[in-house]
């Protein structure tokens, strides 16, 4: 089919909006139109989101999906407005576009508390787009798709709809606001159905119905109801292709060997490893070795057999030497960030108040597909076949690596089998397109072995908390928090660009955001030297610090003989959050730590990417050990989109939080970790998992869900310990002090 209409000819924008002010230059380059992400291509775009053709809809969901549902869901705000099924439509993720930017994620790196309504702070959230658009980020992160596409993808489906009734109406000389819309056709007074493919050449031949009003959701079809989403089915049956599934004609396999993270070969002999079956090359890449076969079973066993020595770099790597670092962050006392500093602290704590210090360790991402990318080099043009939440980067790395534009590099985005934040950098992609340019015109598939993985993950970093406080039986009058890190922010802007300025913010994420009125409370962030190159990983800041304040807290109500529950309730002064705690308490029925002989009942909140989010997890000391008998979650989310979904997202969350607090480490010793693979890294068994009720409120601005449901799960569960047993742990994971039935 011919091309029959482009975007940045008819001047159609979604979600721009005018600003007065600035220089010329910077108005220009803000309100200039955004690049046609179609242009060149054979398709009927009807706007960046939307394509008909003969064969019917494609709906673009540009965010990438990780096994969340994010493809879906971004299609299900299109397809709503547009009168179609998603189930009908074809969903992909588009091209590589700076159409597809990113503005709530910028919007959610504004320095501001999410509870802050503030005119300063919703000024800086409005003007967020000028930034998000003069940036281009196509990423995905931080629980942002939903907010993200929640106005920009229904707007793209009624801008589709009304343009298809005007084309129709056009046709047969009626007036638009006459004709309907149905199951994907346009509806004629007398009835007569037109399918939207009918209408497609003449829709994207004329100037886009920009004018739209958005349905209210008294009339929505699919959004706000349980979806029958189609994804399912693959992702349940072991149908659903991953990237790691990919096979291309004539396509080569690759693995590698890598030296620990900023080290070198010091020494190689390839001889060995050439020389076994299908092993054709052994190559040299940017701190290893890569070995290219006809499979990838030969290329891992040449690998293992590659004759090959490494230097270590000149940092940290025992870790022992990094928990010291962390230490010796905290004695300096340099001051990264104190973004909370209410009343005086000092004044306000004394000889004899609380103080505690509490640890938690690296965490690896260990998605359940392993890394890999398929990649095809030519003279003039780069293909790579990957999953990433950073595709406009990956094109950049591959653009530097090949010396080709970047209008040369296509990037066909994967579905993700699991990254929890590994997705977001792209070592591997820049490998595979390393080793593709050694054997131009044949596509190369890269493929890491588990073991690589876990010893070339960049893992949350390892942190230090220390905490001071004072409470009576009134309530926490002083809190002193501060959190000794290695960036994440430095860290991982350092490898997939080039690392900010200023605080990182996420060091204290989690803490200094939330809505306690204590009247004396202090936040720092204190950034300590990287050993290990560190990374998001699922909840970032917040996984940790919603461990340290959430333990710390409840600490501090048990030494004043206050019942938990009742103790945040106190301190909170955030409406939607108030709900959200006397949620979990009608929930769970609560009455108190003490759940009967041998149990205990631990709560813990937390209010991370917007969402305010309570817990309570009981526990029963056995003669096995400790068991969870019964967990509940309640989160406000503003508007439920999928119960399903949703409620899938936080139970999981909470029980990928649950597992890590039970089990999960790395150690390291001579820059590699101990744990080599899942069985010496296990999450939570399936005998092990307690059953989670969940509950959602919608109360708060809508946000996402895929991260909120971590950050309270471990001081939950530690807090439930300490009720059943009067242990109170503050080392994560909390099978180093106790054992799990």
């Given amino acids: 089919m011919p091309r029959v209409g482009r975007i940045a000819r008819r001047g159609f924008l979604i979600g721009s909006v005018a600003v007065a002010g600035g220089v010329a230059f910077g108005a220009w380059r803000y309100a200039r139109p955004l690049p046609d992400p179609f242009a060149g291509r054979d398709a009927g775009a009807l706007n960046p989101y939307v394509l008909i053709d003969a064969d019917g809809v494609t709906l673009v969901a540009p965010r990438a999906d990780k096994g969340q549902g994010a493809r879906w869901l971004q299609a299900a705000l299109i397809a709503e407005e547009l009168d179609i099924d998603p189930a009908t439509a074809r969903i992909v993720p588009g091209p590589v576009s700076a159409t597809y930017y990113n503005r709530a994620l910028i919007s959610d790196f504004m320095p501001f ?37 929640f106005d920009k993808l229904r707007q793209a489906g009624a801008v589709a709809r009304e343009t298809l009734k005007q084309a129709a109406a056009l046709r047969h000389g009626l007036d638009r606001g006459d004709l309907n819309t149905a199951e994907g056709a346009v509806i004629l007074p007398d009835g007569t159905r037109i399918p939207y493919p009918d209408l497609a050449r003449d829709a994207a031949a004329m100037p886009p119905v920009t004018q739209v009003v958005l349905r209210d959701r008294s009339q929505w079809r699919w959004l706000g109801k349980p979806m029958a989403r189609a994804d399912v089915v693959a992702k349940s049956t072991g149908t659903q292709v991953y990237g790691i599934d990919l096979v291309l004609p004539d396509m080569l396999h690759a693995t590698v060997r890598m030296a620990p993270w900023g080290g070198t070969v010091a020494r190689l002999d390839p001889v060995a490893a050439e020389g076994l079956p299908g092993v054709l090359r052994v190559l040299p890449i940017t701190g290893g070795v890569a070995v290219l076969a006809r499979d990838t079973w030969s290329a891992m066993r040449a690998a293992q057999a590659l004759d090959v020595e490494f230097a270590a770099p000149d940092t940290a790597g025992d870790q022992q030497a990094i928990w010291a670092a962390l230490q010796a962050a905290h004695d300096a006392g340099d001051i990264d960030s104190r973004k909370r500093d209410d009343g005086d602290v000092d004044a306000a704590i004394g000889p004899g108040d609380f103080t505690a210090e509490y640890r938690v360790p690296f965490l690896a991402h260990a998605p359940l597909e392993p890394m890999n990318a398929t990649v095809l080099v030519t003279d003039d043009a780069c293909t790579i076949w990957a999953g990433t939440q950073v595709p406009d980067f990956a094109v950049a790395r591959a653009a530097a690596l090949t010396g080709l534009p970047e209008t040369a590099i296509r990037l066909e985005n994967q579905m993700i089998g699991g990254s929890f934040g590994r ?28 073991e690589e993985d876990f010893a070339h993950d960049q893992p949350r970093p390892a942190q230090i908390a220390r905490v001071r406080g004072r409470v009576t039986a009134d309530g926490v009058q002083a809190l002193d928090l501060a959190v000794a890190s290695p960036s994440v922010i430095a860290s991982w802007f350092g490898r997939v660009a080039s690392a900010p300025p200023g605080p990182d913010l996420s060091i204290t994420t989690g803490a200094w955001d939330q809505p306690f009125a204590i009247p004396h409370f202090r936040v720092t962030g204190l950034r300590a030297p990287e050993s290990v190159p560190v990374s998001s990983w699922r909840s970032v800041g917040a996984s940790s610090n919603g461990f340290f304040l959430g333990t710390a807290l409840d600490e501090m109500f048990a030494q004043a003989g206050i019942d938990p529950l009742e103790g945040l309730l106190r301190l909170c002064d955030h409406a939607p959050s108030r709900a959200v705690l006397e949620g979990v308490r009608d929930l769970s029925g609560w ?10 009942r631990g709560v813990a909140f937390c209010l991370s990417f917007g969402v305010p989010c309570a817990q309570v ?26 119960p399903v979904n949703a409620d899938a997202q936080l139970s999981g969350g909470m029980l990928f939080g649950l597992g890590h607090a039970m089990n999960c480490e790395l150690t390291y010793r001579d820059h590699r970790p101990d744990q080599t693979n899942f069985h010496a890294y296990e999450g939570l068994r399936m005998h092990q998992a307690p059953a989670v009720q969940v509950r959602l409120l919608e109360n708060g601005p809508l946000r996402g869900l895929g991260e909120p449901g971590v950050p309270p799960a471990a001081a939950a569960l530690g807090n439930a310990i300490f009720a059943a047993t009067g242990l109170r742990l503050r080392d994560l994971p909390f099978a180093r002090g106790v054992r799990f039935a």
């Fill in 113 to 149: 508390a999410p509870t802050d309504t503030g005119w300063l702070a919703e000024t800086a959230r409005g003007a967020a787009d000028i930034p998000a658009r003069l940036l281009g980020w196509q990423m995905t992160g931080g629980s942002s798709s939903t907010t993200d596409g």
């Fill in 423 to 450: 997705r977001l950098e792209i070592d591997f992609i820049a490998q595979a397109v390393q080793i593709a340019m050694a054997v131009p015109g044949r596509p190369v598939k890269l493929t890491w072995s588990r």
């Fill in 591 to 600: 009455t108190g730590r003490d759940a009967g002989q041998g149990r205990g």
């Fill in 617 to 642: 997890v009981e526990v029963q000391d056995t003669p096995q050990g400790i068991r969870l008998t019964q967990a509940f979650a309640v989160a406000d989310v503003g508007i439920v989109l999928d």
